[in-house]
């Protein structure tokens, strides 16, 4: 049994992936191997890699390398560190086979990098028995980059986001090792918070203390998310978290409804603020650029004018706003006053409350959609290049039918698409090129069609409307147009979403628009009503093993590809999906006839 079925998760270890790269045949498998578990680079940017990319960096007398890494349209996508033996590795592969600054060092698809890995994969296996080997991936080895930077070498986070091509410190924080108390002292020990230096002592010990009590306000408003289950609920426990002791004397949250802001929820212990526009002054600053914004005396500072009033009442000097979204759009801010001037660590952990308070009322609107009664379906159709869906079928010919999608790791959104009019392999070997796509497999192949697996990160017209909140239940391109039709609810400002949607793709345009009522008693209800049951991750393992064919005999996708798509461990989704099946066979059999039941098929003679 492979580790794919036995749902064995193989995290690698320094020891086997010295197994793994022994196990390569050829200098450029072996090269491959090392650029994505040593340099932490994808698939496509390996297929892109020149000589000429190197350059070095001097710094006290020792040189170090990096990495122009190319991105699709020939600019660079960011510059990653290059460890000495590595570049020494590059360089006499390129010396020995003649290659010049501007050819390519791996000239193959992002396709044929990821089948090097896995073919050394599965000599690994061959040679040490450990058939987890077969498991191994491009994906793995970036994980083991980025473990090894971070738990093993006590790189700071932020270095290995941006090395690492990771678009969040929240991106690689799963990689992170557990803290105890002990950890967290120890750390700090090592920083002038503690030790001090002569009369500013004081001072840096009150400003640890201080960031270590904005944290745990922080993590509580965070913690406090997972069980609300409206998005008034949120704003309110949020809200209420934060000023549940120091540093933050109020809490707010507003929603942009036309030019003005309309405050949500408030707490804190003064009279209530109003009167903020959203279109100056810090809060229009903020929404118009999704970056946090704060001040240290709301008193003097002209773009937190309209404060003064609550700041006085509600006894704070400082403050911050911060945009409440999921990276698509910001409509929605949260603001905070507080006795102290806001630390460069504390906005990183406020922009990161923001973030998460958007996941949340994204997915409880998304929640309330499925079980309104009443929705507005909207269809879009779009020739813009930019989208993806677009471009793929302008580019093959061919037409592209969703299936299903379900959310994945980082943002990232799974599509699982029907393929008509084009060979798989040469539409995933073009797909897993483009910036916009993490990964690409084929699941299925029909012959005439084929079933494909895409997760996309970057842009679309459908990805965008699910980031508004949007449902999106059809998606078809064909021949470089993308028509998309997606549910809100009816509460949603559609004027501002087709603006913002138009506005990322300008050769888009609004084809229908209509209300849909929903009966009561119908199939879609019942669904509705199971989904409402499920958490959103035991929803979105179950939808990817449906549309992946996970259910099928034989197996259309196995457990650890299912889990690599995704984002999580292969136990991680046993589990989900286990509970989530458990939920809907529950949902099915409550109240029907059971064994021993009158007219029971299971009744004893």
């Known amino acids: 049994m492979c580790a794919a079925e036995s749902g064995v998760e193989f995290e690698l270890t320094p020891s086997a992936y010295r197994r793994l790269r022994r196990a390569t045949e050829t200098l450029r498998a072996e090269l491959v191997v090392r650029l994505a578990g040593e340099v932490g680079l994808r698939p496509a940017e390996i297929a892109r890699v020149r000589p000429g990319d190197v350059g070095i960096y001097e710094r006290d007398g020792t040189d170090h390398y990096f990495l122009a890494v190319p991105d699709e349209d020939g600019g660079t996508a960011r510059r990653a560190y290059l460890p000495p033996d590595v570049e020494h590795d590059l360089r006499q592969y390129a010396r020995a086979n003649d290659l010049n600054d501007e050819d390519r060092l791996v000239p193959v698809s992002p396709r044929r990098v990821q089948m090097l890995v896995a073919e050394a994969g599965e000599r690994a296996a061959e040679r040490t028995g450990d058939s987890r080997f077969q498991s191994v991936s491009s994906r793995t080895l970036r994980e083991f980059f980025a473990r090894q930077l971070l738990a093993e070498e006590g790189v700071d986070p932020h270095v290995v986001a941006t090395v690492g091509g990771w678009g969040s410190l929240e991106s690689v924080e799963r990689f992170l090792p557990e803290l105890d108390r002990a950890d967290v002292a120890a750390a700090f020990e090592r920083t002038s918070l503690v030790d001090g230096v002569g009369g500013d002592s004081a001072r840096e010990t009150a400003v640890g203390s201080r960031f270590d009590a904005a944290f745990e306000r922080i993590r509580a408003a965070a913690d406090a998310l997972s069980t609300a289950s409206t998005r008034d609920e949120i704003e309110r426990r949020t809200c209420d978290r ?36 959203s279109e100056d002054g810090a809060v229009g600053e903020v929404l118009a650029t999704d970056d946090v914004r704060t001040t240290d ?7 937190f004018a309209a404060w003064r009033e609550h700041a006085d009442s509600n006894g704070y000097r400082a403050a911050a706003v911060v945009p409440v979204g999921n990276g698509e759009t910001v409509d929605t801010v949260l603001g905070v006053g507080t006795t102290a001037p806001v630390t460069d660590r504390e906005r990183a952990l406020l922009s990161y409350l ?103 990160s970057g842009r679309d017209l459908a990805t965008t409307l699910v980031d508004h909140g949007a449902t999106v239940g059809e998606m078809e391109a064909t021949n470089g ?125």
């Open 297 to 303: 005396d709301v008193g003097s500072d002209p773009a």
């Open 242 to 277: 934060l000023v549940d002791g120091d540093p933050y004397a109020a809490a707010w949250i507003g929603r942009r409804r036309g030019g003005s802001i309309g405050v949500a929820t408030q707490a804190g212990s003064g009279v209530e603020l109003d009167g903020l526009s």
């Open 354 to 456: 923001g973030r998460r308070l958007g996941q949340a009322i994204t997915v409880v609107e998304q929640r309330r959609l499925l079980l309104a009664d009443t929705v507005v379906e909207l269809t879009f159709e779009s020739g813009d290049p930019n989208s993806f869906f677009a471009r793929l079928s302008a580019e093959h010919d061919c037409t592209v039918t969703l299936d299903g999608v379900v959310p994945g790791e980082e943002g990232a959104l799974v599509y699982f698409v029907t393929l008509a009019g084009a060979g798989s392999e040469r539409v995933l070997s073009w797909a897993t090129d483009r910036a916009a796509i993490d990964d690409a497999r084929l699941v299925r192949d029909y012959g005439d069609e084929a079933l494909l697996e895409l997760v996309v």
């Open 481 to 605: 147009t993308e028509r998309v039709v997606g549910q809100v609810s009816a509460e949603t400002d559609v004027r501002r979403l087709v603006a913002d949607v138009t506005d990322a793709f300008p050769d888009t345009e609004l084809i229908t628009k209509r209300e849909r009522d929903r009966p009561a008693e119908t199939p879609t209800a019942f669904r509705a009503s199971l989904r409402d049951s499920l958490t959103e991750k035991q929803s979105a393992v179950l939808q990817a093993a449906y549309h992946a064919g996970y259910f099928e005999w034989p197996r259309g996708s196995t457990a650890e590809e299912l889990a690599d798509a995704i984002g999580i461990t292969s136990p991680t989704l046993h589990n989900h999906l286990r509970r989530a099946q458990q939920k809907l066979l529950t949902a099915f059999f409550t109240d029907d006839q059971r064994p021993g039941d009158p007219e029971s098929p299971w009744d004893e003679d």
